[in-house]
């Protein structure tokens, strides 16, 4: 079956240091990878997606993600974090199921904590 | 301009009780979503509906009824609430799936407190 795991709940990083999140999934066969970010008290936000070529993929507020396939991973990354970056984070993928219907699996998060 | 927009909020009501959120998108968009979002913020699709068509539906109890009047909005209705329905319900639209500017617009949520 298909799944997502983000094996970190919880990250602290100083503000100014390089910040690394982890996503593995399981799909059958090539995925569609997403990441969102969910400020404290709003919706989900689109940071960067994977549909095919290259892997390495830029993202918005100077994030970015490599595709793996051989490690079934989807990292994202960030060379310098910002007190603004403190937020949920979720690796997602699709389509599940039949029919193309947009069906997407998330993780079940990561939270992000900046200190000063 | 509010992309995709939820009403209302914030709910609370009690157990028992049938309540309605209301989802609109301007976006123009084909497909809507409902996800729930629980406590330890774990996201999981509930129903979504195409051009008016229900597409996806999750294993959801009965007391929970989409409706579609038309494709911009996607209302969610749920009947005799109970505590474990207490959840962040999160409304999303996007243009059908296929081809790399596929993307889901998530609104704002919706916080439902069952006392």
């Known amino acids: 079956a298909q799944s997502v795991t983000q094996p970190d709940i919880h990250i602290t990083v100083s503000e100014g240091a390089s910040l690394e999140l982890r996503c593995n999934y399981s799909y059958g066969a090539t995925p569609y990878l997403f990441w969102y970010v969910q400020s404290p008290g709003q919706g989900l936000q689109l940071l960067l997606k994977?549909?095919?070529?290259?892997?390495l993929v830029q993202g918005i507020k100077g994030f970015e993600a490599e595709f793996k396939r051989s490690q079934s991973s989807f990292n994202l990354r960030k060379p310098s974090v910002h007190w603004s970056d403190a937020a949920e984070y979720f690796c997602?993928?699709?389509?599940?199921?039949?029919?193309?219907?947009?069906?997407?699996?998330f993780g079940q998060g990561t939270t992000l904590q900046v200190k000063p | 301009d509010t992309a995709v927009s939820q009403t209302p909020k914030y709910l609370v009501t009690q157990m028992g009780n049938d309540k309605s959120i209301k989802c609109e998108q301007n976006?123009?968009?084909?497909?809507m979503y409902w996800y729930k979002q629980d406590s330890k913020k774990f996201l999981k699709i509930m129903f979504s509906?195409?051009?008016?068509?229900?597409?996806i539906n999750e294993t959801v109890p009965n007391r929970f009824s989409p409706k579609s009047p038309d494709k911009a909005h996607l209302n969610l209705h749920i009947n005799s609430l109970e505590l474990g329905d207490s959840a962040v319900y999160f409304c999303?639209?996007?243009?059908?799936?296929?081809?790399?500017?596929?993307?889901?617009?998530f609104g704002p949520g919706t916080r439902l407190t069952v006392t």
């Open positions: 509906y195409n051009n008016k068509e229900l597409i």
């Open positions: 976006l123009g968009h084909d497909t």
């Open positions: 997602a993928v699709g389509p599940v199921g039949s029919g193309n219907t947009g069906k997407l699996i």
């Open positions: 999303a639209s996007s243009q059908p799936w296929g081809g790399p500017s596929y993307e889901q617009y």
């Open positions: 994977y549909f095919s070529g290259d892997t």
